[in-house]
């Protein structure tokens, strides 16, 4: 893919770069625990791999919230070996933020170039003991660039 570096007009140049690259999109999450005394979870959806992250906008009052927000995680190092980790969490001012659910996606299946969809994937929970009836989902995509099968 392409990339641009900034500088002045005169300094900006166009080059190709075959870095190994990671494309997310959240799509979507539902059937969120309401944390939240007064109106619902403000849920927020953030993604690791290894010592990357990126965070999506908070969804202020909303146990179904829709993304659709896209993250590049760039110069991986070795990303077969690792696992994105996401985890759903309820923005909170007063306090720290609560946890809503979290999974992991082994990235050594992927396969170059070829997006692969995640639908209502499950999240665990942050907390112990929690019978939840509906477990929270969550739906993404994801796009190796420059890496895989």
Not at 19 to 29: G, I, M
Not at 65 to 77: A, G, H, M, Q, W
């Amino acid at each position: 893919y392409q990339r641009r570096v900034h500088g002045t007009p005169s300094e900006c140049l166009f080059f190709f770069e075959m870095s190994k690259s990671l494309k997310v999109t959240v799509l979507s999450c539902k059937n969120l625990k309401d944390e939240d005394k007064i109106g619902k979870s403000d849920p927020y959806v953030t993604l690791e791999v290894g010592h990357h992250k990126h965070r999506t906008t908070t969804k202020s009052d909303n146990l179904n919230p829709v993304y659709n927000e896209t993250f590049i995680f760039d110069n991986l190092s070795n990303p077969e070996s690792h696992k994105l980790v996401i985890k759903v969490k309820d923005e909170d001012d007063l306090r720290i933020d609560e946890g809503l659910g979290k999974a992991e996606i082994d990235l050594q299946h992927l396969v170059n170039g070829h997006e692969t969809e995640y639908t209502d994937l499950k999240l665990g929970h942050f907390w112990e003991g929690s019978h939840h009836m509906h477990h929270p989902r969550i739906s993404l995509r994801l796009q190796a660039l420059g890496w895989g099968k």
